[in-house]
């Protein structure tokens, strides 16, 4: 029952979404629509979840005192303003919520992406090597791509007969084939990859989505 | 000979920090001292402007701000030179984001643009806001924008808003665009427009873009813009300069010097195999 | 208050960057005040998004009682932090997870294999005016799927023609991640471009804005 139960359900609640591409009239559509607004409210909730857990571990810290409690405390408070400011202001737009999100989390979370800026010259300075003819062939790639897809890149270019060959061309010929090629196989493997997981999960015989003991 | 070979083995042990400060002065200058180098059009941008301009003062386009802040410094100048040109030319845009974060984001770019070309929200455009479970959104957005959100961003019954009247599912929308720093861009080729042949053009974070590729060739996305330097070229070709024009400078010094970190580091790689095979 | 909050962003970044130099309290203090913000703004849009929109506005204001469906089973998820009867959240995720593979099934079928097998075949044929270069392009793009698929089929070992093909394909591979390696460091560069505009121009008012 606890395991089989929501298998099943799943398994006709798959069926209908798979159904309805091949027979688009009702009550197949009727469900499949049904089951897409229901989706929306029940992926939302998943949320809450992850939400709940992150209060409970700095709740706790704090609580306990445990090493590093009053980082917690400034999670909470930061926590705390956002969540009720909207309830306050009866809007989700601008006030305090707006002026947070403008002035606190979108600086933070946009430096926070530009560190990597730092690192991946670091790693380019110290890891990327020219160890084999792949290893090379992937750096001079690289390197075509960088330089290529740039204005001062553009400019390089040399004459040979009448022909102009230059960085910005190689760099597009590049992308637009070897690369294209390269993506593609990738797509095609996975798109055949996630079909058959997805089959996989109609069935029941992948299960692990449901938890440990299922 | 040798000590030159030394100095460049030495040059590895270099702390990290000065590589990094040697990253901040190569894009910080060009961003205060810009030189102004010119921006080469790419096809895919072509084609993505081609799709812009084929529409008819007052079309409905829908537009997707597929990203958060931490992409906004390559997607932004996407956004808004997009948002700059429909205004411009009476183009009305249906808006929405699947991405939580990307409501605060999409506010300042459509207040910004409705202000400059004074247009009125729920006739001119309108946001949808966000909406979780993307792929479900998507789907059901082919049947009706209205079922799919009941509701505006702020909590408005959306049968009050006039601009849907006109465009209620994909059919009614001769262009979606969607601006996305995730696959969103592709999933949208493969739900609007497998499904519901919805013609698509997508603006991409660089990352993402290499793997657009496949779809732009194949007809899924029309075209499709790449980082910053695809913002560069659209600002281009619609001539309204911005954000994105004026960071290519940094861009070309910031990309010369990662060239020649990777040029250093295997010239030091080269020198230490060179060391070790004397020695033995 | 919006040169202010200018002011409070610079800082912010600035840190964000102290990072950079070494780990210190005044980073620790960002990064967690980053984190306790950022779950409140989600919880917020979440919360918006699925409960009114998508059920209290349907149900309430337009009577479609049908759609309380998925506020039941969404409320099923909450039973996750009851060890004993955790198991009912498994009703709402299997709803989820198979609604899902549902409909991915035909949608990426058609657009992820099928759609993209006909473009790499079709592609040398069904073009008007191409010429002997766009020719072996996509002569060079169909080697470059075909033996990409066959480096990833590993259910026969990789010896004699196969292991051939799969180097070809590997060779694919490795351009494919070069171009791939390009536009990444174009990306983290621009990131950065977009955090010195910001307090360059926005902050301290220098340069052009």
Redesign the interface.
């Known amino acids: 029952m606890k395991r089989t139960a929501p298998i099943v359900f799943g398994f006709v609640v798959g069926m209908i979404m798979f159904l309805q591409y091949f027979i688009p009239h009702a009550p197949f559509t009727t469900a499949y629509s049904l089951v897409l607004d229901w989706k929306q409210v029940v992926f939302g909730m998943t949320l809450i979840l992850g939400i709940v857990s992150l209060v409970r571990h700095h709740g706790t810290k704090v609580q306990r005192r445990e090493k590093d409690w009053a980082y917690s405390v400034v999670v909470l408070l930061g926590f705390a303003v956002m969540a009720i400011a909207p309830i306050v202001q009866r809007t989700t737009e601008g006030g305090i919520y707006g002026w947070m999100f403008d002035h606190v989390q979108a600086p933070m979370q946009a430096t926070m992406f530009a560190l990597l800026a730092f690192y991946v010259a670091s790693a380019s300075y110290r890891a990327f090597r020219a160890r084999s003819v792949q290893a090379a062939l992937l750096l001079l790639a690289g390197i075509t791509v960088m330089l290529g897809r740039v204005p001062i890149g553009e400019m390089m270019a040399i004459h040979v007969a009448g022909h102009e060959f230059s960085l910005a061309t190689l760099s597009s010929w590049i992308l637009d084939v070897p690369n294209m090629a390269a993506k593609r196989g990738i797509l095609i493997g996975v798109g055949l990859g996630v079909t058959a997981t997805a089959l996989k999960i109609l069935l029941g015989i992948e299960r692990t989505y449901l938890g440990r003991s299922a | 000979m040798d000590r030159f070979l030394a100095f460049l083995e030495r040059l590895m042990s270099i702390d990290r920090r000065w590589l990094y400060l040697a990253v901040a002065i190569a894009v910080a200058v060009p961003v205060l001292r810009p030189i102004g180098l010119p921006v080469k059009v790419s096809n895919e941008t072509r084609d993505f402007f081609a799709q812009l301009e084929a529409l008819h003062e007052g079309d409905v386009i829908l537009f997707s701000f597929d990203y958060e802040a931490d992409t906004n410094a390559e997607l932004d100048p996407m956004s808004r030179v997009i948002w700059d040109y429909c205004f411009s030319r009476g183009i009305r845009i249906v808006a929405l984001t699947l991405y939580p974060g990307g409501v605060g984001i999409a506010e300042n770019i459509m207040n910004e643009a409705a202000e400059k070309y004074g247009k009125e929200y729920g006739v001119d455009y309108v946001f949808l806001g966000f909406n979780a479970d993307w792929s479900g959104t998507m789907l059901r957005m082919g049947e009706s924008f209205r079922l799919t959100y009941p509701a505006e961003q702020y909590g408005k019954a959306t049968t009050e808003i006039p601009l849907l009247d006109d465009a209620d599912k994909y059919a009614d929308v001769p262009l979606l665009v969607s601006i996305a720093s995730s696959s969103y861009a592709e999933y949208w080729a493969i739900w609007a427009g497998g499904k519901f042949g919805q013609k698509i053009v997508t603006g991409n974070t660089a990352v993402q873009a290499v793997l657009v590729y496949p779809y732009y060739q194949a007809g899924q996305i029309l075209g499709f813009l790449g980082g910053l330097k695809g913002a560069a070229e659209l600002e281009t070709l619609t001539d309204l300069p911005g954000d994105a024009t004026r960071g290519m400078d940094s861009q070309s010094t910031g990309h010369g010097l990662m060239v020649l970190f990777i040029l250093l580091g295997n010239l030091a790689y080269l020198a230490q195999k060179i060391r070790q095979r004397r020695a033995v | ?1 919006e040169g202010f ?2 002011w ?3 800082l ?2 600035l840190a ?2 102290s ?3 070494r780990e210190n309290p005044i980073y ?3 990064e ?24 209290w ?2 149900v309430v ?2 009577g479609q009682w ?2 309380l ?3 039941v ?3 099923l ?2 039973f ?2 009851h060890r004993r009867t ?2 009912i959240s ?24 099928l ?6 075949i079709l ?1 040398p044929w069904n073009t008007p005016g191409l010429t002997w270069w766009d020719h072996l ?1 996509a002569a ?10 066959i ?2 089929y590993f259910s026969h070992e990789h010896r004699g023609p196969l292991k051939a093909v799969s180097q070809v ?30 307090l ?1 121009y926005d902050w301290l008012k ?3 804005s």
């Open positions: 208050m909050g200018i409070v962003g610079a912010l970044t964000i960057f990072f950079l130099y620790r203090f960002a967690h005040l980053f984190v306790g913000v950022s779950a409140g703004y989600y919880l917020v849009q979440y919360c918006f998004s699925a409960l009114y929109k998508k059920l506005v349907p204001d337009n049908l759609l469906g998925g506020g089973l969404g409320a998820m909450l996750r932090f955790e198991w498994r009703f709402a995720i299997a709803f989820y997870v198979a609604a899902w593979s549902g409909y991915v099934i035909p949608s990426i079928l058609k657009a992820q294999v759609t993209q097998v006909r473009s790499t592609m392009s060079l793009i169909l080697i470059g799927t075909v033996s990409i698929l480096y990833f394909g590997i060779t694919f591979l490795m351009i494919g991640f070069g171009a791939s390696f390009g536009y990444t460091i174009m990306g983290r560069i621009t990131l950065l471009i977009g955090r010195f505009q910001y360059f220098l340069g052009s």
